[in-house]
């Protein structure tokens, strides 16, 4: 049963090739990877550092039950991991190498080595080297060193596992399309959680007797999980109980055995044509878009010429049904939960608490709307760009539409938010903050509609990984950094300094007349910005699609 | 003498060093079906990119009925349909929607718009389930049919097609193929690009072969069996690889060493 090592290491070098070429031409990946890793590492490494001196410092049996949540979590998010990021790499997807005549323990070996190039492999390393710490002293040694090898088999399986178990749900564009959701809202939501599970975790131990604590053991559990015998070996190896650790040692291969062959017979039925263990059935006829057959709500803007009411109707449609523009939206619902969390966690009296001119800070949260949601409108356009620019509508309706759709997409969450704001702080300045921050936002469009015609940056939008890979060039991007914010406040400013003034004087009437004022100069801002806008398109069309072409991954 | 339905003078375009379309002299009468060919990066798309207005030319003039495309880009995107190489489509919508929205887009009124695309779509056989599907989950030869209708809704006077036939079915593009004659019939000028030569020789009016980025052949097909001394028997294979150079005999002796 030997290896074709010429093979191999061809398929080694392509997992390396295509690890790397996800790079080239895309430097904006690196970016995001280093800023993972820069993100993660540190986390990585206090866990790390913290689990080792758990190991030494904590009483009676504690440092072993430690060792197998550590060797258990990390089982965990290996079988989690690839769910989420399994098109992170072309070399992860078996299937692409079902065509060419390749032993299966050739497909297996090189499908294991393969995750070498997986940069999270070495996210585990932290944590091994500190049970190596830990508990690697004295004649254990060979266990530990047994266990974790068999640890990182059983991690890096179990992820293979899963993807050829679930690869027909994973290639489906539904699952992608909730997953990129799901992905994002939980990495906005990380804060929320993180509260969230701390109370939870206190709560519990709070609730624990002394006699059901002193018996609460984790491990008891965890062992008979494939990593968690791994860690019962090493508890078992260090108090001298040998024979013990090598049951649970053979106990653990023989889970990394099972899994092997399971995942085996996985691979023979994939080979063999007959797909994936599950995949997403299709979805039913009913559920399928009904779309614009019956549904003709464009006539509540009958007042409104064809072409604006179309392109605002398209802009909310790809608002909701693009999964990255999606989040967009979502988010704008759960930046107040968090905000909200924020105060409800640390304990405050919320309600009873909040001062009377919190009113005033609404176009703050109006404001950030509108800068996140309007910005780089060309940009979210996709491949479709072109068929609208090979169309002769009038550039500054593209702009006056999307002005609607957006405005029209903002007020659903601000105006909930505005309405909870007026039932905690039932007062003038709660009211004209509202309609200042949707003022504010108006006049601030006609800024982001210049600017996404001047400094036009890639998305793209049918993306198949999770998060959004963007580019642009190096000005584009300064631009919309350095330029974008302090632009769009100074435009969407003039309207917010008579309420500021009506507030410190606290003269009802100038923050009335201010509005009025205000809403005159939003509009008549944001028409004069999208007639320039379109002037500016229209002078640059070919340069825009040039910047804003999609690649062909379709 | 009537406006030429599309006309360009000296068209060229580089990228950085690469001429990808040299001083293009060519015109096409109205009514005509044109088709336009040439190798793998002959320079046909970036051709009719230009003449659409997505591509800018480096040097040259672009006129559809007389209207240059690159002064007055309203007017003349006014005149036209485009079916471009990569299609170019609204994934997230729906083929009746993404037709309705084109449309409406060109200026046809709301009821017009909506029969028209009812119409299409059971001409192009999207009628049904797959005409509320999203774009994104259509086949290739859909999405195909998809962007051809959403390029003759309003009904132009010049239709560009960037290969129009280019992996489709025998079904999908005979449905293709009548409603272009359809068109043809209706006085409407189709430029069109393909590597399929059989439906060009079948289609087409006249041709022009580009290679290198050059216009090198242009005529009806008997026009150029004559310039190139060949006889009745010539199809536009022969007459293809002829103009761009390619020596028949010389190809053959190119053999694989491992093959024989």
Known sequence: ?554 | MSVPAIETVNLTRRFDKKTAVDQLNLTVSPGEFFGFLGPNGAGKSTTINMLVGLLRPTSGIARINGIDIWQEPLAAKRQIGVMPEGLNLYQRLTAREFIRFAGTMYGVPQQEVNRRADELLELLDLKGDDADKLIIDYSHGMRKKTALAAALVHGPSVLFLDEPFEGIDAVSGRAIRDVLQQLRNRGATIFFSSHILEVVERLCTRVGVIANGRLVAEGTIPELRERAQRGEAATLEDLFLHAVGVDEEGATEKRLSWLS
């Open chain 1, 1 to 554: 049963m030997g290896f074709d090592r010429r093979r191999l290491k061809a398929l080694f070098y392509l997992r390396g090739r295509l690890t790397l070429r996800q790079f080239s031409g895309e430097q904006g990946r690196i970016v995001n990877v280093l800023v993972a890793v820069l993100f993660i590492l540190p986390l990585v490494l206090g866990a790390a550092v913290a689990t080792g001196i758990g190991y030494f410092q904590l009483p009676d049996r504690w440092p072993g039950e430690l060792l197998g949540v550590v060797l258990t979590v990390i089982w965990l998010i290996w079988l989690v991991f690839p769910i989420i990021f399994s098109s992170l790499n072309e070399g992860l997807d078996v299937t692409r190498l079902l065509v060419y005549p390749l032993p299966r323990r050739e497909l297996i070996a090189a499908i294991l080595l393969g995750t070498l190039f997986d940069y999270p492999t070495y996210l585990m390393l932290p944590l091994f080297v500190a049970i190596l710490v830990g508990w690697g002293g004295g004649l254990a040694l060979p266990v530990v060193l047994l266990a974790l090898a068999l640890s990182y088999i059983h991690a890096v399986l179990i992820g293979q596992f899963v993807i050829t178990a679930v690869g027909g749900v994973l290639q489906s564009r539904r699952f992608r399309d909730v997953a990129i959701v799901v992905a994002s809202l939980l990495g906005v939501s990380c804060y929320f959680i993180q509260m969230g599970s701390m109370r939870l975790l206190e709560n519990v131990v709070a609730s624990l007797s002394p006699e059901q604590a002193s018996a609460f053991s984790p491990l008891a559990a965890l062992q008979w999980l494939p990593t968690g015998a791994a860690a019962r070996a090493i508890e078992r190896a260090a108090s001298g109980y040998w024979g013990e650790s090598l049951f649970w040692l053979g106990y653990s291969t023989l889970w990394a055995a099972a899994i092997t062959w399971g995942w085996q017979r996985l691979l023979i039925r994939l080979t063999t044509g007959e797909g994936f263990l599950f995949s997403l059935p299709p979805r039913p006829e009913k559920q399928k878009m009904k779309a614009a057959s019956g549904v003709n709500w464009p006539r509540l803007f009958a007042w409104l010429p064809d072409d604006i009411v179309q392109l605002a109707y398209k802009e909310l449609r790809s608002l909701w049904r693009t999964p990255n523009r999606r989040v967009g939206v979502l988010q704008m619902f759960i930046m107040p939960l968090i905000m909200g969390g924020a105060f409800i966690f640390s304990g405050e009296e919320v309600a009873t608490e909040l001062p009377a001119w919190i009113g005033i800070g609404l176009p703050v949260y109006a404001l950030f709307n509108f800068w996140a949601l309007t910005q780089n409108m060309l940009g979210w356009e996709g491949s479709g760009l072109s068929a609208l620019l090979t169309t002769p509508v009038p550039r500054q309706r593209i702009f006056l539409a999307k002005g609607l759709a957006l405005t029209a997409a903002i007020c659903l969450p601000y105006l909930a938010v505005c309405v909870l704001v007026l039932f905690l702080a039932p007062n003038w300045q709660s009211v004209m903050g509202a309609l200042t921050g949707l003022i504010m936002g108006v006049a601030g469009m006609a800024v982001t509609a210049v600017f996404s015609v001047r400094f036009p940056m890639l998305i793209v939008v049918e993306n198949k990984q999770m998060g959004k890979r963007a580019g642009g060039g190096c000005q584009a991007s300064l631009a919309s950094l350095l330029l974008l914010p302090p632009i769009f406040g100074l435009v969407a400013l003039p309207p917010f300094l008579p309420l500021a003034l009506a507030f410190w004087l606290n003269l009802p009437w100038l923050g009335w007349v201010g509005l009025i004022v205000g809403g005159v100069y939003a509009g008549v801002v944001f028409w004069f910005g999208a007639q320039y806008a379109g002037r500016l398109l229209l002078q640059r069309e070919a340069e825009v699609i040039a910047t804003l072409r999609q690649p062909r991954d379709e």
